[in-house]
């Protein structure tokens, strides 16, 4: 693997709840995640310490982060302060995001 360009077929394919699949690319202190979401899917309530930054690349979903809630389509830009409870429920077709996280989650390499 080259040490400046990253192939997403080549990276680590982690389901983190049922039908959510992602693919991270890291550097050494922020990462950035492809979020595929089957249709129905769910990102269960929870927080992190990490900030969070993202964009909605293809389909729909409702994004509740802390006591706010709105549907994303593609192009639309969310953020997540660390700490901050947030769920995601994918859509119709399901839903495609790239989340930047900084610091980088371990978990997820």
């Given at each position: 693997?080259?040490?400046?360009?990253?192939?997403?077929?080549?990276?680590?394919?982690?389901?983190?709840?049922?039908?959510i699949?992602?693919r991270?690319?890291a550097a050494?202190?922020?990462?950035?995640?492809?979020?595929?979401?089957?249709?129905?899917?769910?990102?269960?309530?929870?927080?992190?310490?990490?900030?969070q930054?993202?964009?909605?690349?293809?389909?729909?979903?409702?994004?509740?982060?802390?006591?706010?809630?709105?549907?994303?389509?593609?192009?639309?830009?969310?953020?997540?302060?660390?700490?901050?409870?947030?769920?995601?429920?994918?859509?119709?077709?399901?839903?495609?995001?790239?989340?930047?996280?900084?610091?980088?989650?371990?978990?997820?390499?």
């Amino acid at each position: 693997m080259s040490e400046y360009f990253v192939d997403k077929s080549g990276c680590k394919a982690q389901e983190i709840f049922p039908g959510i699949q992602i693919r991270t690319a890291a550097a050494q202190k922020m990462m950035l995640s492809w979020v595929d979401c089957e249709p129905g899917a769910i990102v269960e309530l929870h927080s992190h310490p990490h900030e969070q930054v993202g964009v909605v690349i293809g389909g729909r979903a409702r994004f509740i982060i802390g006591d706010e809630e709105r549907v994303l389509q593609p192009g639309d830009l969310y953020r997540i302060p660390g700490g901050v409870p947030h769920k995601v429920i994918a859509l119709d077709d399901g839903a495609q995001a790239l989340d930047i996280f900084y610091p980088i989650r371990e978990e997820y390499l």
